[in-house]
Structures are given as C-alpha cells and as structure tokens.
C-alpha cells in the first residue's frame, strides 16, 4: 500500500486531494480480489495499475497546464501595454544573450567540423625562451620518421604563388605534405585528393581546389578537374576539389604538394622554424604522452646534428584550444557581460509585473475563496510568468535572427569559425533553457507570496496595505539587484573604453599616420641576383621620392603589422648569451631612410647613409630593448655585435639605436630588432613606406604609377594606408569598448526606468504622510530631499554590491592584459569606480527628481480624505 | 438551462463509454463500477483505478454524472465511499454513443461486413 501511495504523487496534488482516498480503497480491494488468484493475478494487477498510472498522470497534468496557459494568456491580453513592455524588454535582452550564446557556441562549444576532431593536435616546437615556434624541415622529417603517438603528421606553409601572366597575379596556395588530409579526415567533392610523394623527394606537379575558388573560378563545372593551373613555376594539373564544408585557418585559394630542397632539410636548417605542423593521435594516445615522445625524438635529432637542446621541446596541443586560445576569455567574458544586460532586464521585468501585483493579489484572493487551494494558484501563476517568459522567448529567436549578422560582421576578425555561426539546435535548446530559468525566477516571487490565509487577509483595507508595502520592499531589493548589475556593466564600459583610448594612444615606435604602404614581391625569374635586386630598389625609391608631398620614402623587407616575422640569430663577440634569451631579433633589411618614412626615431647614433653596406662599412642598428638589455646605462653605439644576413656571419658595429617598434600588433611585448642596410641582403619581398604631407587623396595612386613606371610587368600591388592597419589590429578593442558601452547604457536605461517606476510607486503609497508633512509645515525642498534620500537607499546597497563585484571583475580582466604596459587600463582603480559611481548618481538623481517634485504638490486635504 | 448538445462529445472513448453504460442501472461507487465493467465486458475492457478516476473526474466536469449521497443500503456500506450517479445529460450522451455505432453498424452490414454466425 505505501508503494501504490508513493506511485499516486505521480499525479496532480488537485487529483490527489480529490480522488486519492477512494484510489487507494479501489486498489485494496482489487488486492484482496486478487490474493485468491496467486502470484500472477497480484503481477497482472500491478501491472495494470502502473501501466494506467503512467497514461493518466501525464494527460492529467496537461490538462491543467492547458487550463493555465489559457487564463494567463487571458491576464495578459487584460493588461496588454504592461504585458506587451515586459515581453518586449525580455525579448530584447534575451534575444542580444541568445545572439552572443550562438557565437560562443559556434566558436567554443561546437566540436570542429572534422572526423574525431579531439584527435587533431598542432605541434610546435619550444624556443629556448619556453616560447612556441613553428617546425624546421629537420624537425618534422625527424618526428615524421618516429613518432608512434601520432597516426598523421603533415606539414603546411601558406604562401602566395605568382601565376603566368595573363590571368590573376597571385593565388593564395597552401604547400601542404603528404599525410595532410589524413589528419583532417576529408575526402574530396571531385576528383582525388594530392598524391604527395614522401620528404625529401621530387613532388608531382598536381593542385587540389577549395571549394570556394572552385565556385569562384571555374563556376562550379567539375570538368576543372583534369584541366591546369597555370602557376608560374610551372603548371599544374588540377586533381580534385575540396568539399565546402572544409575550411581551415588558412585561407587558401588551391593546395600544392610541399617541396624540400635538400638544403631545407640539412641538419643546418633546424633553426629555419616555418613549418606549420598538425598530426593526429593514434588511438588510444594523448596529447601530454604524445607531447613527452616527440620531445625526446626532437631531443635525439638536435643532439645528432650537434645542436644543444637545452631549454628547448615541443608542444602538443589540441587543434581546437589553439583555435580559440586568446578568444575564450574574450567569449565568455562577452557572455557574462550580456547575461547581466538580462539579468537587469528580468529585475526591470519582475517590478514592472509588482506593479500590478496588488490587484493582481486581489483576484487570486477571490479565487481562493471560492476554493481553489494554494497550489493550484501557485501554479497558476508560475505558469503566468512562463507564458511570457515563453513569448520573450519566441521573441527572442527573431531578435537573435535579426542581429546575429550585425553582430558577426563587427566581431574581431581573427575569431576563428566565423562562417559556422548561425542558429542551430544548441542556440534552441538555450533559448528554452533560458526562458524556464526566467520564467521560474520571474514567478517564484510573486508566487511565494501566494498562501491562502496572506490572500484571504488581503480582503481587508489593512491587509492591502500590508501587502503594498511588501511589495514595496520586493521592489526595492530588486532595485539594488538591478543597480549592482548596471555598476558592474559601467565599469566594465568605462574599462573598456579606457583600454582602447590607451591603445590608441600607446607609442607603437613608428608613427603610421600619412604612411602608404606598398608590398612588393619580386618574380625570381627576373630579378634573379642581388644586383637586379638593388637596382629595382634603388630605382623605387628615386621615383617615389619625386613624388608630389611625399616627405620620406624607404624600404624595409620586414615591416611593422606587415603579418610576418623575420627571425635572425645574434651573438656577443665577448661574452656568451645570457639564459634565458632567445638571442634572435626581427631582422629588418632597410635604406637609410625608412627610418623617416616608417617614423621609427633614432634614439642615438644615426641612421644609415651612402657609406654603409659592403664589406668595408659591416654596420648595425639595434633597438632601444637590445640596448637597455645588454648595455644597460651605457651607450651602444660604437659596440660591435655578431649577426647573420644574406652575405654571411659577421661582427657589425652598432651605429644607431632605434626605438622599438611594435611589430605584430598592439599588445605584443618589445623584443630584439635588427636592421642591416638592404644592400647587404636584398631581398625579393619588399616593402615601400612613402610619408606623404598632404595630398593624400592622390598619394596611393601616385605610388602605383611610381612603380608602373621602375616595373610595369609587376602587375597588381596591395598598396595601404598604414594607419588602416592599425584601425583594423584596434577594431577588437574598440568592438569590445563599444560593446560594452552599448551593454551598459542599455542596463542604465533600464535602471533609469525602474528607479522612476519604484520611486514613483512609494511616493504614491506615501501619499497620506506627505500630506500630513506638508500639512505640519514642511517646504517643498524637504519633502524632495526626503523622497530622495529615501530612494538612493536601495541605490546605494546596490553600488555597494556592484563595486565588491567589480573588483572581482577586474581581476580576471588583468589576466586579458597580461603583456600591455598600458597603464591602468584593466584595473577597477578608484578613479573609474568613482566615475561608475558618478554617472549612477547622475542618473539616480534624475530618475527621482519628477517624482519627489510630485510629492511636494500633493494636496493635504485631499490625501488625509483619501486615505 | 439551455439543453446541451452531445454531439461534440462524440465519439466517446471506450473507457468513458462503459463507465456510463455501467452507472445506466443504478448508482455505484467507483470499485463496484470497476467490477461491473469487467464483467459486462467478459473482461475485455480492464480499468484500471488510475484511469477509472480520470474518467471519473472528466464525466464529472462535464456534468454527464454527479457524486451523490443516497446509499443504496446503507448497512451494507462504507459509509466514506462516494456513489456516482448518471445525469439525464450523461444519459444522454450516452444514448446518442449508442445510436453512432448502431448507423456504423447498419452501414457496415450494408456493405456485406458482417459477423459470421458462430458454428457450433
């Protein structure tokens, strides 16, 4: 019997107070019926009797969900502009949360659109300053040739491939080697895949198109399989196409096997890192085992070749956390930050529905006195608030919709799997989650305050008071909830602005602003030797000197933001490397007068001028960290220094000290630079920096003609404003500031109406004793100052909350700036609190003004009949 | 009071067809209605408690039976059982329930569908 008693809580407590007594007699008696019938007969009746509970308990529970849903969608069109504000306010709010979970969905939770994508790992090698490098040629063959963890281990290096003349000038390729797409599991949507051919010998001249150039260029036709690509090392033939769901980082237009000269992989070259590596476990291994075991094997081959290995290794991380490393804590932090805009929503929400919740009261009081029982009511308007947290929901969906490609096309650019975000089962399923949690949160108040003997007392004028001023407190308690949330998002605005007007303003070493760029790539067919080189070079800068309002021309081979690196080792004559030091430097091949076009200053010393280069003048500029490093209070200048360039190893003496650049973005920490005059090593790729002084319209034009005229054969150039580049590395920044100021006005709006909705509503409570006051003699300007102070209370708990709260939220924000020496940018210092808290106090005093000048009007007589 | 239509209740589900039919010839309590069901059916038609009630309480709501407090022999009873009893609505509910399948019937005997004589 306790058994069939427990089983009866499956069903709705109405029809268990209704028919649970004679449920139970009919069941002991069917028992006793069936005692005479054995083991069987007591089976079959148990079993229809759970079976016929299973079927009733649901439909029961349905039907009186249906009868509620019914009555609150009948409450609701009762009081439509209240409930058309709240579902609106939530819609938005949660439609902005929604938006913001698809993206952290996309790009965080989503596995990788790959075979057992956890399997796919990146492998780098570890620099002797424990950083993370790519692979040598040596290196991989090593670890191609070893390792027992890994099933695939492939290579990549990205690379702009000139075409024959005639069509485009470039093609994006990607080099891939032979295991490359067995790492990634991918078949091929025509055709076949590459047959690369193993290290180290001759490849088959064969090209495989990604979907999107395929579409691009051959229109989708798959007769593009078979035909040739004309590459202008020679052509290749197309094998097949890539399925379109296939994209990597790597934005490549086709993909070709890689080719090893045999002087890439000497043993020499283990320093020659520029090998993008990924492999995929074998099954059943890990990524740390697999980790230890290329150490070693990385270890054996350095020590073979007589490199030491001290400091150095390898790392294996998933291709996934290389993804999205440096975006999670951006993500979540996103996330945080528009789930508190919903969090003050909801608060808005809950106090505009107390408003109403007297009369609300009023009508439940009467259906419990016809006898509906508590439960019945508390669910009744439980399921009142999830009828519109459901509706917000649905609004949400559309409001989501609508601002997702807004928001996608103003996100970072460097956010990996921007193309996957868009609305799927997940972004549902949070949505629905997200709309019982609020609809729960939302009624669990209101809800709470139903008791029968509370609602029976609410009969009575004394009670209806009583319950106004509860209500009053709930409002008020959320209030300060709401006002802790706004504080915390204004000082995240606040912090995010600064962050970005400090990067804006940060000293970068070089100055970009009225700075073309031009980046030119020499085909080696025609400028073959050093000589055409330096002719070519000296020919562009003459003509861009001439050029009308260029101030400065120069030529570095590795610029500032120019998206790569030139690592090149240096050594002490003297002394040996300190520990530690990575002792190599962003190599810059420059004339003497980049450092004027580039705006890099020189700190001391000079720059270089016609004597320098050969070798006769072996000749150095370092930048302000080497100098402050290794010569610390002394002067450089006149020192010599070790360093390797296209004529060999030499000792060069240092002639100047430049500023340090940063060279690949905003936040990245100074490091070693070198500069060598270009005549010591030319190079094909080159960049042109033209300072210009006025005439800007005109100045990228100008250039490409200046280049027209020294080569007209060099076809298209991608010529820029250097100060574009540095907009785009600031557009995160400022996305973010402008994201979270957009959060928090947002939230203070809302603030701002619920400080006017609650101020207002005590007030007319107060109403009686305000005209008492004014009746004994107060003036106007203390019946404002009373209602005032009366209404920061609740204003000033919740700043109290919202800076403990923000301290917090400062803490993890540092950890996002570790690296920047941007100073207070990412610290909650006093002075942006102190600013937060101002901007509230603003606000809050602005939100109270209307209704506490109110209070002063009110008649005496009429309040005191009133009441 | 307007007389109500039963034709929006048509078809009654089986449950709440022999419930009815059950409480035609006289009042009963909800294990009596169990047991006559059972029976009438040969036990083809089993309630169970859990479903009993819910067909109970749909009947109830929609006026086709009511609870009442006349005990048919008040020695013999309970006296905490409750007695249900069939309204002249419930009536004739199940009246016009009767009629539908006699025409499903007719119409199917029409058509040559009908039920072979047993041999014996």
């Given at each position: 019997?306790?058994?069939?008693?427990?089983?009866?809580?499956?069903?709705?407590?109405?029809?268990?107070?209704?028919?649970?007594?004679?449920?139970?007699?009919?069941?002991?008696?069917?028992?006793?019926?069936?005692?005479?019938?054995?083991?069987?007969?007591?089976?079959?009746?148990?079993?229809?009797?759970?079976?016929?509970?299973?079927?009733?308990?649901?439909?029961?529970?349905?039907?009186?969900?249906?009868?509620?849903?019914?009555?609150?969608?009948?409450?609701?069109?009762?009081?439509?502009?209240?409930?058309?504000?709240?579902?609106?306010?939530?819609?938005?709010?949660?439609?902005?949360?929604?938006?913001v979970?698809?993206v952290v969905?996309?790009?965080?939770?989503?596995?990788?659109?790959?075979?057992?994508?956890?399997?796919?790992?990146?492998?780098?090698?570890?620099?002797?300053?424990?950083?993370?490098?790519?692979?040598?040629?040596?290196?991989?063959?090593?670890?191609?040739?070893?390792?027992?963890?890994?099933?695939?281990?492939?290579?990549?290096?990205?690379?702009?491939?000139?075409?024959?003349?005639?069509?485009?000038?470039?093609?994006?390729?990607?080099?891939?080697?032979?295991?490359?797409?067995?790492?990634?599991?991918?078949?091929?949507?025509?055709?076949?895949?590459?047959?690369?051919?193993?290290?180290?010998?001759?490849?088959?001249?064969?090209?495989?198109?990604?979907?999107?150039?395929?579409?691009?260029?051959?229109?989708?036709?798959?007769?593009?399989?078979?035909?040739?690509?004309?590459?202008?090392?020679?052509?290749?033939?197309?094998?097949?196409?890539?399925?379109?769901?296939?994209?990597?980082?790597?934005?490549?237009?086709?993909?070709?096997?890689?080719?090893?000269?045999?002087?890439?992989?000497?043993?020499?070259?283990?320093?020659?890192?520029?090998?993008?590596?990924?492999?995929?476990?074998?099954?059943?291994?890990?990524?740390?085992?697999?980790?230890?075991?290329?150490?070693?094997?990385?270890?054996?081959?350095?020590?073979?070749?007589?490199?030491?290995?001290?400091?150095?290794?390898?790392?294996?991380?998933?291709?996934?956390?290389?993804?999205?490393?440096?975006?999670?804590t951006t993500l979540w932090l996103m996330f945080g930050t528009v789930t508190?805009?919903?969090?003050?929503?909801?608060?808005?929400?809950?106090?505009?529905?107390?408003?109403?919740?007297?009369?609300?009261?009023?009508?439940?009081?009467?259906?419990?006195?016809?006898?509906?029982?508590?439960?019945?009511?508390?669910?009744?308007?439980?399921?009142?608030?999830?009828?519109?947290?459901?509706?917000?929901?649905?609004?949400?969906?559309?409001?989501?919709?609508?601002?997702?490609?807004?928001?996608?096309?103003?996100l970072?650019?460097?956010?990996?799997?921007?193309?996957?975000?868009?609305?799927?089962?997940?972004?549902?399923?949070?949505?629905?989650?997200?709309?019982?949690?609020?609809?729960?949160?939302?009624?669990?108040?209101?809800?709470?305050?139903?008791?029968?003997?509370?609602?029976?007392?609410?009969?009575?004028?004394?009670?209806?008071?009583?319950?106004?001023?509860?209500?009053?407190?709930?409002?008020?308690?959320?209030?300060?909830?709401?006002?802790?949330?706004?504080?915390?998002?204004?000082?995240?605005?606040?912090?995010?602005?600064?962050?970005?007007?400090?990067?804006?303003?940060?000293?970068?070493?070089?100055?970009?602003?009225?700075?073309?760029?031009?980046?030119?790539?020499?085909?080696?067919?025609?400028?073959?030797?050093?000589?055409?080189?330096?002719?070519?070079?000296?020919?562009?800068?003459?003509?861009?000197?001439?050029?009308?309002?260029?101030?400065?021309?120069?030529?570095?081979?590795?610029?500032?933001?120019?998206?790569?690196?030139?690592?090149?080792?240096?050594?002490?004559?003297?002394?040996?490397?300190?520990?530690?030091?990575?002792?190599?430097?962003?190599?810059?091949?420059?004339?003497?007068?980049?450092?004027?076009?580039?705006?890099?200053?020189?700190?001391?010393?000079?720059?270089?001028?016609?004597?320098?280069?050969?070798?006769?003048?072996?000749?150095?500029?370092?930048?302000?960290?080497?100098?402050?490093?290794?010569?610390?209070?002394?002067?450089?200048?006149?020192?010599?220094?070790?360093?390797?360039?296209?004529?060999?190893?030499?000792?060069?003496?240092?002639?100047?000290?430049?500023?340090?650049?940063?060279?690949?973005?905003?936040?990245?920490?100074?490091?070693?630079?070198?500069?060598?005059?270009?005549?010591?090593?030319?190079?094909?790729?080159?960049?042109?920096?033209?300072?210009?002084?006025?005439?800007?319209?005109?100045?990228?034009?100008?250039?490409?003609?200046?280049?027209?005229?020294?080569?007209?054969?060099?076809?298209?150039?991608?010529?820029?404003?250097?100060?574009?580049?540095?907009?785009?590395?600031?557009?995160?920044?400022?996305f973010q500031?402008?994201l979270m100021?957009?959060f928090?006005?947002?939230?203070?709006?809302?603030?701002?109406?619920?400080?006017?909705?609650?101020?207002?509503?005590?007030?007319?409570?107060?109403?009686?004793?305000?005209?008492?006051?004014?009746?004994?003699?107060?003036?106007?300007?203390?019946?404002?100052?009373?209602?005032?102070?009366?209404?920061?209370?609740?204003?000033?708990?919740?700043?109290?909350?919202?800076?403990?709260?923000?301290?917090?939220?400062?803490?993890?924000?540092?950890?996002?700036?570790?690296?920047?020496?941007?100073?207070?940018?990412?610290?909650?210092?006093?002075?942006?609190?102190?600013?937060?808290?101002?901007?509230?106090?603003?606000?809050?005093?602005?939100?109270?003004?209307?209704?506490?000048?109110?209070?002063?009007?009110?008649?005496?007589?009429?309040?005191?009949?009133?009441? | 009071?307007?007389?109500?239509?039963?034709?929006?209740?048509?078809?009654?589900?089986?449950?709440?067809?022999?419930?009815?039919?059950?409480?035609?010839?006289?009042?009963?309590?909800?294990?009596?209605?169990?047991?006559?069901?059972?029976?009438?059916?040969?036990?083809?038609?089993?309630?169970?408690?859990?479903?009993?009630?819910?067909?109970?309480?749909?009947?109830?709501?929609?006026?086709?039976?009511?609870?009442?407090?006349?005990?048919?022999?008040?020695?013999?009873?309970?006296?905490?059982?409750?007695?249900?009893?069939?309204?002249?609505?419930?009536?004739?509910?199940?009246?016009?329930?009767?009629?539908?399948?006699?025409?499903?019937?007719?119409?199917?005997?029409?058509?040559?569908?009908?039920?072979?004589?047993?041999?014996?």
């Open positions: 019997m306790r058994v069939y008693r427990a089983l009866l809580r499956l069903l709705p407590l109405e029809f268990r107070d209704r028919f649970g007594r004679d449920l139970e007699d009919v069941f002991r008696a069917q028992q006793r019926e069936a005692a005479d019938t054995g083991t069987a007969g007591r089976l079959g009746l148990w079993l229809e009797t759970l079976s016929g509970l299973l079927l009733v308990a649901p439909r029961e529970h349905l039907s009186i969900l249906r009868q509620d849903t019914v009555l609150a969608w009948r409450m609701m069109r009762r009081r439509p502009a209240l409930s058309i504000a709240a579902v609106s306010i939530l819609a938005i709010a949660l439609g902005a949360t929604t938006a979970f698809s969905n996309a790009v965080i939770l989503r596995p990788l659109p790959y075979p057992a994508p956890e399997r796919i790992v990146v492998i780098n090698e570890r620099d002797r300053d424990g950083s993370s490098t790519n692979v040598s040629p040596p290196m991989l063959r090593a670890l191609r040739a070893e390792a027992r963890q890994l099933a695939h281990v492939a290579a990549l290096v990205s690379n702009s491939l000139p075409m024959q003349p005639g069509g485009a000038p470039l093609v994006d390729a990607s080099e891939v080697t032979a295991g490359y797409f067995e790492v990634y599991g991918v078949q091929p949507a025509h055709g076949r895949l590459l047959r690369a051919a193993p290290i180290g010998q001759p490849q088959p001249d064969e090209a495989l198109l990604t979907h999107d150039y395929w579409t691009r260029q051959y229109a989708g036709d798959p007769r593009a399989v078979g035909q040739r690509l004309a590459l202008a090392r020679g052509p290749a033939v197309i094998v097949g196409v890539l399925p379109r769901d296939f994209r990597r980082r790597e934005s490549s237009d086709v993909y070709v096997p890689l080719a090893f000269t045999a002087d890439a992989l000497r043993a020499g070259m283990f320093g020659a890192t520029y090998l993008d590596v990924v492999g995929r476990l074998a099954p059943g291994a890990e990524p740390a085992a697999a980790q230890a075991e290329l150490a070693a094997i990385a270890a054996r081959a350095r020590a073979a070749a007589g490199f030491k290995a001290e400091g150095r290794g390898v790392f294996v991380t998933r291709l996934h956390d290389v993804l999205i490393a440096g975006h999670r508190l805009v919903l969090l003050v929503a909801a608060a808005n929400v809950s106090s505009l529905l107390l408003v109403n919740a007297v009369t609300r009261e009023e009508e439940l009081a009467i259906r419990a006195a016809l006898g509906a029982s508590a439960v019945r009511l508390f669910r009744q308007v439980l399921t009142e608030s999830l009828v519109l947290a459901s509706l917000a929901s649905l609004g949400a969906l559309g409001v989501a919709a609508l601002v997702l490609r807004p928001l996608v096309a103003r970072p650019p460097g956010l990996p799997r921007l193309n996957e975000i868009g609305l799927d089962w997940r972004v549902l399923a949070f949505a629905a989650a997200a709309a019982l949690v609020l609809g729960t949160l939302l009624g669990l108040a209101p809800a709470a305050r139903v008791s029968a003997r509370r609602l029976f007392r609410l009969l009575t004028t004394a009670g209806r008071q009583a319950s106004s001023r509860e209500s009053a407190f709930a409002r008020r308690a959320l209030l300060a909830l709401e006002v802790a949330a706004t504080f915390v998002l204004l000082v995240a605005g606040v912090l995010m602005t600064q962050r970005f007007l400090a990067l804006q303003r940060a000293d970068l070493g070089f100055s970009p602003d009225n700075v073309v760029t031009a980046f030119v790539s020499l085909p080696p067919d025609r400028y073959a030797t050093p000589e055409h080189q330096r002719v070519f070079a000296r020919r562009l800068l003459e003509e861009t000197r001439a050029i009308h309002g260029a101030t400065a021309a120069g030529i570095d081979c590795n610029p500032p933001l120019g998206f790569m690196t030139m690592w090149f080792g240096y050594q002490f004559e003297d002394r040996p490397a300190p520990k530690g030091d990575r002792m190599s430097a962003q190599f810059h091949c420059v004339d003497g007068r980049s450092f004027a076009a580039f705006g890099t200053r020189i700190l001391d010393g000079r720059a270089f001028d016609e004597r320098d280069g050969g070798d006769t003048h072996r000749v150095v500029i370092i930048n302000e960290w080497m100098a402050k490093r290794y010569w610390p209070g002394q002067s450089p200048v006149g020192r010599r220094i070790m360093v390797i360039t296209g004529s060999g190893y030499h000792p060069r003496e240092i002639v100047g000290i430049a500023s340090s650049r940063r060279h690949q973005g905003l936040v990245e920490p100074e490091t070693a630079e070198l500069y060598v005059p270009l005549a010591d090593h030319p190079s094909n790729n080159l960049t042109l920096a033209v300072r210009v002084d006025g005439a800007r319209d005109t100045a990228p034009a100008r250039v490409r003609e200046a280049l027209a005229r020294v080569d007209p054969a060099l076809g298209v150039v991608s010529i820029n404003w250097m100060s574009e580049d540095v907009a785009a590395l600031l557009a995160p920044y400022r500031a402008l100021g957009a928090a006005l947002t939230a203070l709006l809302l603030s701002l109406v619920c400080i006017h909705g609650v101020t207002t509503y005590v007030v007319s409570l107060r109403k009686r004793e305000m005209g008492v006051r004014i009746a004994l003699g107060a003036s106007p300007g203390r019946v404002t100052r009373l209602v005032i102070a009366d209404a920061l209370r609740p204003i000033a708990v919740g700043v109290v909350l919202g800076i403990a709260a923000a301290v917090g939220l400062s803490r993890a924000l540092r950890l996002d700036l570790a690296g920047l020496n941007v100073a207070t940018a990412g610290t909650a210092d006093p002075l942006t609190l102190a600013l937060a808290v101002a901007i509230l106090l603003v606000v809050a005093l602005g939100a109270t003004w209307i209704p506490a000048r109110r209070a002063t009007r009110v008649d005496p007589l009429t309040a005191l009949r009133q009441a | 009071m307007a007389k109500r239509d039963p034709e929006p209740f048509l078809p009654l589900s089986p449950a709440m067809f022999h419930v009815l039919v059950a409480l035609a010839d006289g009042d009963k309590h909800g294990y009596a209605i169990l047991k006559d069901v059972k029976r009438r059916t040969e036990g083809a038609v089993r309630l169970s408690a859990g479903t009993l009630y819910a067909v109970l309480k749909r009947l109830l709501d929609e006026d086709m039976i009511l609870e009442t407090d006349e005990r048919p022999d008040p020695a013999l009873d309970d006296e905490r059982r409750r007695y249900y009893q069939l309204t002249s609505f419930g009536r004739q509910v199940a009246i016009a329930e009767t009629e539908r399948m006699e025409r499903a019937i007719a119409l199917a005997r029409a058509k040559q569908l009908t039920v072979r004589p047993r041999s014996a």
